[in-house]
């Protein structure tokens, strides 16, 4: 049974919602949630699973508790460690902004040496741009969740993306 380290930052509450369905949903596994604004960088070398959400805000911009944790995450070694991705934006009301926060994640996380799973296709998502883009356009870096105007989708996204990823961790 293997250990996933699950960290998220959340402002309202949506992303914790979230982080709390994917949690629910992986059975058999241990699941240690970490709210990232009372987290220590050394939590992460616990887990070589590992699985991070985070919004992006307004004009995509990083979530306040990711933000103030910006510099740390960037001195984590991810070298050997499986990351899947998940991010919560607004593809309506910033549709040129949508998920950049993921995308900048997902960059640190690579430059980091970790290794990414868990991509999404962008089907069934409007907007113009984001960072969180694949090099060919065709899938996110990590889950995609607008509880803004998609809410109706979330729990059928969530529950598809929990089994694709526990494939993908080959435990």
Not at 56 to 68: K, V
Request: glycine content about 10%; proline content about 2%; charged content about 25%.
């Amino acid at each position: 049974m293997a250990t996933i380290g699950l960290f998220y930052g959340s402002s309202l509450g949506n992303t914790e919602t979230v982080a709390e369905k994917i949690s629910d949903l992986l059975t058999g596994h241990t699941v240690e949630m970490h709210d990232i604004s009372s987290t220590d960088k050394s939590v992460f070398e616990e887990y070589d699973y590992l699985i991070m959400g985070i919004p992006t805000w307004d004009y995509g911009q990083i979530q306040s508790d990711w933000e103030e944790f910006w510099v740390e995450l960037g001195n984590i070694d991810f070298n050997g460690k499986l990351v899947a991705l998940f991010g919560l934006g607004d593809q309506f009301g910033y549709a040129d902004y949508f998920l950049d926060a993921m995308g900048m994640l997902h960059d640190v996380v690579l430059e980091q040496g970790g290794a990414v799973i868990g991509y999404w296709p962008v089907d069934g998502y409007e907007f113009e741009a984001s960072k969180a883009l694949t090099d060919d356009k065709s899938e996110f870096v990590g889950l995609a969740i607008d509880e803004d105007c998609q809410p109706e989708l979330t729990e059928e996204r969530v529950q598809a993306w929990v089994e694709q990823i526990v494939d993908e961790f080959d435990f």
